[in-house]
């Protein structure tokens, strides 16, 4: 028994006594912020979405001490605060895999792994392809990509065979149809389709990058929503991101080599191809390849 809450304390809590209530609600809150924290960041890092986890999981947290108030047997386990501890972390656990699984049906499932395999094995971008490279009636609304990877990174995973598997094997890209029966498809679809899903690798892998660096790209090739600047007008740029040009340059840099192995990871189908573009991309991102790329 913890010499920070006697067992008499328990007894008389047990009773409904008010005073001894009250000092197992001290001794145990501090420890119960640390769990719902914990069981908060298995959904959010930070941010409101975070904030909104921990207040509910410490609300869960402390009916758990509650209901382990009430079950608990000293003739069993003098122990109470190990007891409650225990009951307050499988409880939050159970949350959390409520919570990531939520939503979260089997072609959710396949369509996040096709899209983790395709972008590399970032579920971070996977969650962003998702929502914009399957075929329509395929793509997943953002709740749903959300809760794919959030079960996809929990403990139990998503109950969906693994990137590459050939047991039940998930929907690929270049598998999906056209809009057109199979022995209509043209060149023209086949080129379309192909346009389609390049422009939106692109802005999945913009969406999961740095903020700065991500708008300096989509300013320098005029990708939307940001309005076009090019490689000429970085004071201009700086100016409207409230902050320099040398900063500006130095986002590009380190954004141009963040992007194109994110590419890399998306595009590339074998290690040869891996290597090949790898060294394409270090060309031309030397001094010397990036003046000839803006003549």
Request: proline share 5%; aromatic share 6%.
């Given at each position: 028994?913890?010499?920070?809450?006697?067992?008499?304390?328990?007894?008389?809590?047990?009773?409904?006594?008010?005073?001894?209530?009250?000092?197992?609600?001290?001794?145990?809150?501090?420890?119960?912020?640390?769990?719902?924290?914990?069981?908060?960041?298995?959904?959010?890092?930070?941010?409101?979405?975070?904030?909104?986890?921990?207040?509910?999981?410490?609300?869960q947290g402390r009916i758990a001490v509650w209901e382990a108030l009430a079950r608990f047997d000293e003739t069993v386990n003098p122990d109470f605060l190990g007891f409650a501890y225990t009951t307050v972390e499988t409880m939050l656990l159970g949350a959390t895999r409520a919570e990531r699984n939520q939503g979260v049906d089997d072609s959710a499932?396949?369509?996040?792994?096709?899209?983790?395999?395709?972008?590399?094995?970032?579920?971070?971008?996977?969650?962003?392809?998702?929502?914009?490279?399957?075929?329509?009636?395929?793509?997943?609304?953002?709740?749903?990509?959300?809760?794919?990877?959030?079960?996809?990174?929990?403990?139990?995973?998503?109950?969906?065979?693994?990137?590459?598997?050939?047991?039940?094997?998930?929907?690929?890209?270049?598998?999906?149809?056209?809009?057109?029966?199979?022995?209509?498809?043209?060149?023209?679809?086949?080129?379309?389709?192909?346009?389609?899903?390049?422009?939106?690798?692109?802005?999945?892998?913009?969406?999961?990058?740095?903020?700065?660096?991500?708008?300096?790209?989509?300013?320098?090739?005029?990708?939307?929503?940001?309005?076009?600047?090019?490689?000429?007008?970085?004071?201009?740029?700086?100016?409207?991101?409230?902050?320099?040009?040398?900063?500006?340059?130095?986002?590009?840099?380190?954004?141009?080599?963040?992007?194109?192995?994110?590419?890399?990871?998306?595009?590339?189908?074998?290690?040869?191809?891996?290597?090949?573009?790898?060294?394409?991309?270090?060309?031309?991102?030397?001094?010397?390849?990036?003046?000839?790329?803006?003549?």
């Open positions: 028994m913890s010499s920070t809450l006697a067992l008499s304390t328990v007894r008389a809590a047990q009773s409904k006594d008010l005073q001894a209530t009250t000092a197992v609600i001290e001794a145990t809150e501090s420890r119960i912020a640390v769990l719902a924290r914990k069981a908060a960041r298995r959904m959010a890092e930070s941010g409101p979405r975070h904030d909104d986890y921990f207040d509910e999981f410490t609300q499932a396949k369509t996040f792994l096709s899209m983790l395999d395709r972008a590399g094995g970032d579920p971070f971008l996977a969650e962003k392809l998702c929502q914009s490279v399957p075929p329509a009636g395929r793509r997943l609304s953002s709740d749903r990509a959300h809760a794919a990877r959030l079960a996809y990174q929990g403990a139990d995973s998503l109950d969906a065979p693994a990137p590459g598997s050939t047991d039940d094997e998930p929907w690929e890209p270049g598998t999906s149809t056209y809009g057109v029966p199979e022995d209509l498809i043209t060149p023209d679809d086949v080129s379309r389709e192909e346009a389609r899903i390049k422009k939106a690798l692109v802005h999945g892998i913009l969406d999961v990058m740095g903020e700065g660096q991500a708008y300096v790209l989509r300013a320098t090739f005029g990708i939307e929503p940001v309005p076009y600047y090019g490689n000429g007008a970085d004071e201009g740029l700086a100016a409207s991101m409230n902050s320099t040009a040398k900063a500006v340059r130095e986002a590009r840099s380190k954004g141009l080599k963040s992007f194109g192995k994110r590419w890399i990871n998306a595009t590339a189908q074998t290690p040869e191809e891996v290597n090949e573009l790898t060294a394409a991309m270090n060309t031309r991102l030397t001094r010397k390849g990036a003046v000839a790329s803006r003549v």
